[in-house]
């Protein structure tokens, strides 16, 4: 069974730091383009960063911009996102994706496979 699975979440203060991991289990990800996206309670999910299938071409929300790095370890199948600076806007869950190319865009529909999402709650 393929699967994605993210861990690392939990409560962080604002100005605090956390590191989600996904790793993945069935099929190796190594040529795939990989995602971050979060979605508030309320609101649409939203695309966080993505990043190619060699780790050479990464991409960014505004939003998040500088404060967050998306990496990959395709040795490990897993693949990190580091999140400095956190504040109060940044509460989500946050979902790991796999998209069926080597490079993707910053659309859902881009990715084919998904976690089952990592809540990240940063108090005020």
């Known amino acids: 069974q393929v699967q994605l699975v993210e861990s690392g979440g939990g409560l962080v203060q604002a100005g605090g730091s956390l590191r989600l991991s996904c790793a993945g289990f069935?099929?190796?990800?190594?040529?795939?383009?990989m995602a971050w996206f979060r979605q508030a309670p309320g609101k649409e999910q939203e695309f966080v960063a993505t990043?190619?299938?060699?780790?050479?071409?990464?991409s960014y929300s505004d939003s998040v911009k500088g404060r967050f790095t998306i990496s990959r370890d395709n040795a490990k199948n897993t693949v990190y996102l580091q999140m400095y600076s956190l504040k109060p806007g940044d509460t989500a869950v946050y979902y790991c994706?796999?998209?069926?190319?080597?490079?993707?865009?910053?659309?859902?529909?881009?990715?084919?496979?998904w976690g089952q999402g990592t809540q990240v709650t940063v108090s005020p």
């Open positions: 069935g099929r190796t990800f190594s040529t795939n383009a």
């Open positions: 994706a796999a998209a069926p190319s080597v490079v993707a865009g910053r659309g859902q529909y881009d990715y084919a496979y």
């Open positions: 990043i190619s299938w060699t780790g050479g071409s990464t």
